[in-house]
Every structure is written in C-alpha cells, then in structure tokens.
C-alpha cells in the first residue's frame, strides 16, 4: 500500500490552509473524494444524466444499468445474499429511520425492549427515543466499561426475552471502540429480538459480511467512504423488508395506482420513492471500486498503525487526555482534550497551522456525559494519512498548548 501514491488520487489534499500544507484529520466526519469518484459523479452528469427505470431511451438505458450495477457492487461488497436486501437512501441515518419508522412502529408493543449503548451516534439513538415514546417501548443502555469498551456479560445482563431490537454501532465514531456485533447480535437473535447495525464508521475502513454477523439490518453512507454526500444504504434481510411498509410513497415505488387504493413494486425499489440519488450511487459504486483495488486489510492494518502512532505520540504531551482503548485496541482516530483548553480552541490553534480536526460533541451527548465532559478534539484518519501528519498534529497541539499556558 503506497500512501503516496493514493494521496495523488486526493486533489483536494493539494492545497495550503492559512499557508500552511493540507493536514486533513477528519475523515470521521466526511471523507475526501478521490479523482476517480468525482470523475464518475461528472461523467453521469455529461454524458447520459437522466432518470432510471422510466424510459426506454439510451441515456434512460445507460443510467440505469449504471445504478442497478452500483447496487451490485454495493451487495457484493458487504456479502448480502440479492440485490433485493439493498436499499439507496440519503444516508445512515435515514437507513436506521426507515427501520425505524417502518418496522420498529409496527412491531413494538407497550413493554417491549429497545437495547443500545451509550456510545452511539445521535442517529442511532434519536429514532429509537421516537418509536419509544410512540408505541410505549423501553430504551435500555448497554454501560460501558472503564476504558469505552462493551462487556458481552453486559450485553446477556441487559438483553432480554423482552427484547425486540438491539441496535449498536460497529464502531464508535469518538472513541474508536470496535465491537464485538457478530456476538452481540448471537445474544439478540437468542432472545428473540432483531440485530441493527450501524456501520457508518466502519465500512469505510474493514470488511462487512453481513451474511458472518448475521445482522437483520446494517446502514452506511458513501461519503465516509471515498463516495459522495447525500446517498448511502440499508441492507436488510430480504424476509424482513418483504413484509415491511414503504416509508416514503409517490412515483417509482409503486406498482398500480388506482383512484382508492394502489400496492408497491417488488424489492428494492417499493422503499426508493422518487427520482433517486442517482449520480450518488453511481459514485458509491466507484468509490467502491477504489478501496476494493486497494483491498480493505491493507486500509485496516494500516490505519490501525496510524491509530497507534498517534497513540504513542499525543500520550508523550503532558495535561493531555485520551479517550477510549488503548493502543492495538481501536480503530483510526484519538479523542482527547488538553487540560483548561476548550477543544474549539485547539481546533482553532490547530487550523492556524493547516490541521483539520473535528471538535465539539461529536453528535454523542450522551458519550460526552458518560466522560463526564461537554466536549472534545477528535483526529481522525483514512488510508492518505502519514505517520509525518501525525507529527505535525502533535506539535501543533504542543504548541497550542503552550500558546494557552503562556497567555493565561
């Protein structure tokens, strides 16, 4: 895996900030675009922009074997049985909305059991307080131990024959917890309940087999993946989807509309109403392509070396705190704070010098309470990372720190 030669895919990262060389450290959030994607993204558009399913004319034609072939590539890519159980969607969340909204709704009675952690995205928590107070169902909190990981004891301790749903990140976008998904959806599916994946933070960096991890339904987005914003995908197990309820209804889901009363196309398309995020998925697709020809063990191995590195040098600093596990422990990115410096100051200080970090809560304010903390700094790190940006965040935060020891 030659970084350099993937950096050169990455224009963007060609670029000075406040004169000083691009140091892009906050992949977590949004990813950057390689040539190759933003090449398919303007090509769809040039050449044969047009809707799909509806005509019968050459760009109709050529746009829709386009998707449907991204949608095969999306199926293969995460090891889902039939391009049936794949669903394009705007994103993550609005894949865990849609199970949300239309198979938790229906299925979840007063009493019934809704198990997360407290780690997880506003994305995987907001939808559930919802169907929660709507059909009368119970949010549980899986705890967490002392360094942010999860205990299975503790997942058998709160999952029960109660249970329904079990919805849990693969990994955490704060503190790089990796969990254990394919256990925890074996202790859900004994109790009888349903396994929810979010995989957000981890399709861009691992393999996902969803067929190994037996989950019923997993969601990601393109954009934290080489891909571009506004499209991602639901997986979900054919049986499952068969039998749930279109959330958004209008033109290309259905299948006879009549004066009283209409019924839905076949899987997938009865859950993708509307002109769809065409170009987007076909731009998922050869974002998939990139990191397939780079092979996902590689951008694992390697970003966890990353992780490790970083480890090893922002724990040398005094008055800085890291969150989560320990080295070999976690995915690419540290949470930290530095003693009596709020983390928007050290993004601040850190953007001064060319360094993109991520600060704030991290949509995960419930995380933030459970560290005791309102908020905090993030770097995070992708496959055109270099162990010499580390170096430079580390000391840049030196040297935020020092700035704000001298000052105050």
């Known amino acids: 895996m030659n970084v350099q030669d993937i950096r050169k895919q990455f224009p963007i990262l060609n670029q000075k900030v406040n004169g ?3 140091v892009y450290l906050d992949s977590a959030a949004t990813s950057q675009k390689p040539i190759k994607v933003i090449e398919t993204l303007d090509q769809y558009y040039r050449e044969y922009n047009s809707n799909v399913h509806r005509g019968v004319h050459t760009l109709g034609t050529k746009a829709t074997d386009a998707y449907e072939g991204s949608r095969e590539k999306v199926r293969k890519f995460i090891n889902a049985k039939t391009y049936e159980e794949i669903i394009f969607t705007r994103g993550a969340t609005t894949a865990i909305n849609f199970v949300a909204s239309s198979y938790a709704r229906e299925h979840l009675q007063p009493g019934d059991e809704i198990v997360i952690t407290y780690m997880e995205h506003h994305a995987n928590i907001i939808p559930w307080q919802q169907v929660a107070r709507a059909t009368g169902a119970v949010l549980k909190y899986i705890p967490l131990q002392e360094n ?3 205990s299975l004891e503790d997942v058998q301790e709160t999952v029960t024959e109660n249970t329904k749903i079990v919805s849990v990140m693969m990994v955490s976008n704060v503190l790089g917890t990796i969990n254990p998904v394919k256990e925890i959806a074996d202790i859900a599916h004994y109790n009888g309940a349903i396994m929810v994946v979010d995989a957000a933070q981890a399709a861009p960096h691992t393999k996902v087999d969803v067929q190994d991890i037996d989950c019923d339904f997993l969601a990601f987005s393109a954009h934290k993946m080489c891909g ?5 995908v639901l997986y979900g197990k054919k049986a499952l989807l068969s039998n749930m309820e279109p959330v958004e209804f209008g033109g290309e889901m259905i299948d006879f509309v009549g004066l009283e009363e209409s019924t839905w196309k076949e ?9 769809p995020i065409i170009g987007g998925a076909i731009a998922l697709g050869a974002a998939i392509d990139f990191l397939e020809d780079i092979g996902l063990d590689n951008i694992e191995a390697y970003e966890h070396k990353l992780a490790d590195y970083a480890m090893e040098q922002l724990s040398q600093i005094d008055g800085l705190t890291i969150y989560g596990p320990g080295p ?6 540290v949470t930290f704070n530095i003693e009596d410096v709020h983390p928007h100051d050290v993004a601040t200080v850190l953007d001064a010098e060319g360094i993109a970090v991520r ?7 419930p995380l933030m309470k459970w560290l005791k903390v309102s908020s905090t700094a993030r770097a995070s790190f992708y496959l055109y990372n270099t162990e010499e940006e580390i170096d430079e965040l ?3 935060i030196r040297k935020t720190k020092e700035y704000f020891t001298n000052v105050f």
């Open 359 to 365: 600060a704030g809560h991290h949509c995960a304010q």
């Open 394 to 396: 580390a000391a840049a």
């Open 328 to 333: 070999g422990e976690r995915a690419g990115l």
């Open 228 to 232: 571009p914003t506004g499209v991602g």
């Open 267 to 275: 899987l997938p398309w009865k859950f993708e109403a509307g002109t």
């Open 20 to 22: 000083k060389d691009l």
């Open 148 to 150: 942010g990981t999860i």
